[in-house]
T-cell receptor, first 116, second 113 residues
């Protein structure tokens, strides 16, 4: 079983719909992240959470919201999807709590989201 | 503030030839450096990391990278590439706390038979 699991793997939906992408991890890590990947732009950080009660906006949080339901679960929502949110979305985790700069991030396999 | 620059967006190379993927970073504080690889339809996986000590770091699949503090670089190298090395490669930097971390925009390595 994967350490970081994203569901769904693929999703096609229409403009204006509400969408939730889910991420769960079995690594016991405190830190969790959501990224989107667009060709040529690399990874853009949407939100990150250093523990259940600590959630922070990343560089492109507009149009997105998150919920950290438990240490192991971190979901990303698009309240009203628009076509330019079509992208590949990744969840990641890392250990080390509040001093974890030396800890690498562990990624899920991604969710490919298409908004028509 | 930190940033990461991957100077080449695409690198084609023939099979069994050497390759170098370049990464430069800017930071006023001590950092940790990472290289990740992304194969098609997969998430990123850690190739190697520099935390401290020896400036030459060896990773998986025969890759290595050299930390050069004076040039603020962390270039990735492999002496002989294989078809299976075709992938996207990302350089990343983190401060000591992990509160600030940045990924480069990636380098697409294509190995030509």
């Amino acid at each position: 079983d994967a350490d970081v699991t994203q569901t769904p793997r693929n999703r096609i939906t229409k403009t204006g719909k509400r969408i939730m992408l889910e991420c769960s991890q079995t690594k016991g890590h405190d830190r969790m992240y959501w990224y989107r990947q667009d060709p040529g732009l690399g990874l853009q950080l949407i939100y990150y959470s250093f523990d259940v009660k600590d959630i922070n906006k990343g560089e492109i949080s507009d149009g997105y919201s998150v919920s950290r339901q438990a240490q192991a679960k971190f979901s990303l929502s698009l309240e009203s999807a628009i076509p330019n949110q079509t992208a590949l979305y990744f969840c990641a985790t890392s250990g080390g709590g509040r001093g974890g700069g030396n800890q690498p991030q562990h990624f899920g396999d991604g969710t490919r989201l298409s908004i028509l | 503030a930190q940033s990461v620059t991957q100077l080449d967006s695409q690198v084609p190379v023939f099979e069994e030839a050497p390759v170098e993927l370049r990464c430069n970073y800017s930071s006023s504080v001590s950092v940790y450096l990472f290289w990740y690889v992304q194969y098609p339809n997969q998430g990123l996986q850690l190739l190697l990391k520099y935390l401290s000590g020896s400036t030459l770091v060896k990773g998986i699949n025969g890759f290595e990278a050299e930390f050069n503090k004076s040039q603020t670089s962390f270039h990735l190298r492999k002496p002989s590439v294989h078809i299976s090395d075709t992938a996207e490669y990302f350089c990343a930097v983190s401060d000591r706390t992990g509160n600030q971390f940045y990924f480069g925009t990636g380098t697409s390595l294509t190995v030509i038979p």
